[in-house]
């Protein structure tokens, strides 16, 4: 069965920094790109960051580039989301998914696999 393990979510001042980690199991792990979507209230899901398989490309939105910092350990299947100078706009909750294909995708109905998503909360 495909499940995911996220972690490293919480409540942290503006500038501050948190860590995602979204450990995947139930597929192989190296043969397929991870993604980073999140959801604020009253908004729609979003794509935040990407990383191609075998740590290929990755990909940013514009509003988080030079902030944030995807990265993967194929040996722990995990994928991480590092999240520098944090602002109350990237207060949202966090999803991991693998994308249908084997290529990075910016649109949420490309998604095969979702994580169960991860509170980040950032206060001013």
């Known amino acids: 069965e495909v499940q995911f393990v996220e972690s490293g979510g919480g409540l942290v001042q503006a500038g501050g920094s948190l860590r995602l980690s979204c450990k995947a199991s139930?597929?192989?792990?190296?043969?397929?790109?991870m993604e980073w979507f999140r959801q604020a209230p009253g908004k729609e899901r979003e794509p935040v960051a990407c990383?191609?398989?075998?740590?290929?490309?990755?990909y940013y939105t514009d509003s988080v580039k030079s902030r944030f910092t995807i990265s993967s350990d194929n040996a722990e299947n995990t994928v991480y989301l590092q999240m520098n100078s944090l602002n109350p706009e990237d207060t949202a909750v966090y999803y991991c998914?693998?994308?249908?294909?084997?290529?990075?995708?910016?649109?949420?109905?490309?998604?095969?696999?979702w994580g169960q998503g991860i509170q980040v909360t950032v206060s001013s």
């Open positions: 139930g597929f192989t792990f190296a043969e397929r790109a």
């Open positions: 998914a693998v994308p249908t294909s084997f290529y990075c995708s910016s649109y949420s109905f490309m998604m095969k696999y």
């Open positions: 990383i191609s398989p075998r740590d290929g490309p990755t």
